[in-house]
C-alpha cells in the first residue's frame, strides 16, 4: 500500500517540489490531501494531476469554487475551507505523512495538528518552531511524532549527526553545528545601496529559487536567523554552539563538528528535491530527480565570517535564541510584517530590521507556556510593527 501524503502548502514552491518527487514513485506515495490559498486555479491544476481524497482552500467561497469544477471534471475530491480544514486533512486517520510547506505562522496549528495526531512530519515550516520551540518539541514527544527537517541545511544536519543524537549533542561527541548560508543577493552590495534595493532584486536569489517571503529572508540573512532558533530545537544545541557560516556556492549544506576533529558534511546541488526525498524516504534512499553534483563544474568552495553590520537580523535573531520566552515568537511576527511590506514597497530594506529590532525593545519577554501565549506575543508584535508602520517614515 502506498504511503499516504498530506501536503501543507501545495501550491507553493517546496509543496511543487515535494510533489515532483511524489510523482516519482507512485508505487510508494499517494496525495491523500492537498492545500493552497489564493492560487485556487493552480490547485486545481494540481488536483486533477494527483486525484487527492481531500482539497482545502482559504475560505468556504472559494472552496465552492473548486468544488464544482473538481465535480465537473469527474473527481470526488472533497473540499474543506480554513484553519479547520487543514487541522483535519493534517491529523486524518488515514494520512502517514504530513508535508508542512505553508509559509509563517499561518502553519502553526495545521503543523501541530499533524504533531499531535503523531503523523511523520515533513518540517519546511520553520516559522512554526520557532514561534513555538519548546511546546512544539513537547508535542513531537507526548504524541510520538517523527520529525524530519526539510531545511536544507537542517536535513543536512540531520544526516550528518548519529542516529542516537537525541542523547544531547555532547553525548554523542558533537562540539558544534556549522550552519552554512549562501548570503544571499546582497552579501557583495555596497552598504549605502541596500536602501534602494527594489523587492524584485531582493527576490532574485544567487543559488536558490524559493517563494517571496522566504526569499528576502535570505536576503537580509533572517531566514539563517530563523534557521539557527530551528537548529537549536531540532538538534537540542545551545546558541553558541552554532555557528553561522557564509558559503557562496550553496553546494555544502551544513557540517556537523566533532570532538575528535573529524567535521562531517552534506553536499549537493541546491535543489530541495533532495532533502525532500531524503525526508519521504528516511532510513531509505529514493531518487529525487536532482542532477548529480559536478564537483569539477563548482571546482572551488568559499567560505566567510557574516558581517553583523550589513546583516543585523542575524544578530536580532541570535539574541531572541539567547533570550527565549516569546523573543523568538515576537521577532518572527515583527518579520512577518516588515518582509510584507517591503514587497509592497511601503519600506525599505534596511527598515526591516529597524522594525523588528523597535519592536523587541518595546515589549517585554514573557515565558510561553501555552500555545495562546504564542499567539498572545505573535498579535503583539503585529500591532507594534503597524503602529511603527503608521508612524513610516518617521
Ligand atoms: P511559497 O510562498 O512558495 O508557498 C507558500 C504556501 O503556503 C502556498 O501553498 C500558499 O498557498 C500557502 N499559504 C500562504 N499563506 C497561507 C495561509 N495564510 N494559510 C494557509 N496556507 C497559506 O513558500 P515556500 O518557498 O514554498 O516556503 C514554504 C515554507 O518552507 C516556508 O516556511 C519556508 O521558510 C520554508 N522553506 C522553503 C524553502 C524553499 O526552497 N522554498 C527552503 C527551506 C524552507
Ligand atoms: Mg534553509
Not at 217 to 245: T, Y
Amino acid at each position: 500500500m502506498p504511503q499516504q501524503i498530506c501536503v501543507l502548502g501545495a501550491t507553493g514552491s517546496i509543496g511543487l517540489s515535494t510533489l515532483d518527487v511524489i510523482a516519482r514513485h507512485p508505487e510508494r506515495y499517494q496525495v491523500f490531501a492537498l492545500t493552497g490559498f489564493s492560487r485556487v486555479a493552480e490547485l486545481k491544476v494540481l488536483c486533477l494531476q494527483h486525484r487527492p481524497a481531500f482539497a482545502v482552500t482559504a475560505d468556504e467561497a472559494s472552496a465552492r469554487v473548486l468544488r464544482e469544477a473538481l465535480r465537473a471534471a469527474g473527481l470526488s475530491t472533497e473540499v474543506l475551507a480554513g484553519e479547520a480544514g487543514l487541522c483535519e486533512v493534517a491529523a486524518h486517520p488515514a494520512v502517514d505523512a504530513v508535508m508542512a510547506a505553508i509559509v509563517g505562522a499561518a502553519g502553526l496549528r495545521p503543523t501541530l495538528a499533524a504533531v499531535r495526531a503523531g503523523k511523520k512530519v515533513l518540517l519546511a515550516n520553520k516559522e512554526a518552531l520557532v514561534m513555538s520551540g519548546d511546546l512544539f518539541m513537547q508535542a513531537v514527544q507526548e504524541n510520538g511524532a517523527t520529525l524530519l527537517p526539510i531545511d536544507s541545511e537542517h536535513n543536512a544536519i540531520f544526516q550528518c549527526l548519529p542516529v542516537d543524537h537525541a542523547r544531547g549533542l555532547k553525548a554523542v561527541g558533537v562540539r558544534r553545528i556549522l550552519l552554512t548560508a549562501s548570503g544571499g543577493p546582497f552579501r557583495e552590495t555596497p552598504l549605502a545601496e541596500l536602501a534602494h534595493v527594489s523587492p524584485e532584486q531582493a527576490c532574485a536569489h544567487p543559488n536558490w529559487s524559493m517563494g517571496r517571503k522566504i526569499s528576502v529572508d535570505s536576503a537580509s540573512m533572517m531566514n539563517k536567523g530563523l534557521e539557527l532558533i530551528e537548529a537549536c530545537w531540532l538538534f537540542a544545541a545551545h546558541p553558541d554552539q552554532v555557528e553561522v557560516v557564509i558559503h557562496p556556492q550553496s553546494v555544502i549544506h551544513s557540517l556537523v563538528d566533532y570532538v575528535d576533529g573529524s567535521v562531517l558534511a552534506q553536499l549537493g546541488n541546491p535543489d530541495m528535491r533532495t532533502p525532500i526525498a531524503n525526508a519521504l524516504a528516511w532510513p531509505e534512499r529514493i531518487d529525487s530527480g536532482v542532477a548529480p553534483l559536478d564537483l569539477f563544474a563548482v571546482a572551488r568552495l568559499d567560505f566567510q565570517r557574516p558581517d553583523e553590520q550589513r546583516f543585523p537580523c542575524l544578530r536580532l535573531a541570535r539574541q531572541a535564541a539567547e533570550v527565549g520566552g516569546s523573543a523568538p515568537a515576537m521577532l518572527n511576527a515583527a518579520n512577518e510584517v516588515a518582509v510584507a511590506a517591503f514587497l509592497e514597497q511601503r519600506i525599505r530594506f534596511p527598515d526591516i530590521a529597524r522594525m523588528i529590532e523597535e519592536v523587541l525593545q518595546r515589549e517585554a519577554v514573557t515565558a510561553v507556556e501555552s500555545l495562546d501565549a504564542v499567539f498572545a506575543a505573535d498579535a503583539r508584535a503585529r500591532v507594534l510593527a503597524n503602529n511603527w508602520l503608521s508612524r513610516y517614515p518617521a
